[in-house]
């Protein structure tokens, strides 16, 4: 019902930037929460940055003050702008929604994205 579609991944050097974007489609309702989560190689999926529709954001301590989170509600979108970027900071990179569909079987529930690599060379 939901699909998310993410870009802007891509190589990149330390101290370097990418923005990444996130587009929403679908029969969504509302979308209460979007924002992203990466996964590194042998690594568990973790938080990076998401914010909710009245706009309030929470980061990862690792990126506080490097990556910023902005979001669109009529345009269904959100974006992360990564700054001063660090080798560490290699992952794979998902877009997230929790969102609420129309019709029946619309309760709030988690969507994701495919996923985009980042890689930060040293």
């Known amino acids: 019902q939901v699909q998310l579609v993410e870009s802007g991944g891509g190589l990149v050097q330390a101290g370097g930037s990418l923005r990444l974007s996130c587009a929403a489609s679908?029969?969504?309702?509302?979308?209460?929460?979007m924002g992203w989560y990466r996964q590194a190689s042998g690594k568990q999926r973790e938080l990076v940055a998401i914010?909710?529709?009245?706009?309030?954001?929470n980061y990862a301590d690792s990126v506080k003050g490097r990556f910023t989170i902005s979001g669109d509600n009529a345009k269904k979108t959100v974006t992360l702008q990564m700054n001063s970027l660090k080798p560490e900071d290699t992952a794979v990179y998902y877009c997230?929604?929790?969102?609420?569909?129309?019709?029946?079987?619309?309760?709030?529930?988690?969507?994701w994205g495919q996923g985009t690599q980042v890689t930060v060379s040293s």
């Open positions: 914010i909710s529709i009245d706009g309030n954001t």
């Open positions: 679908g029969s969504i309702r509302r979308i209460n929460v």
């Open positions: 997230k929604a929790d969102a609420q569909t129309y019709g029946v079987g619309g309760s709030n529930r988690d969507y």
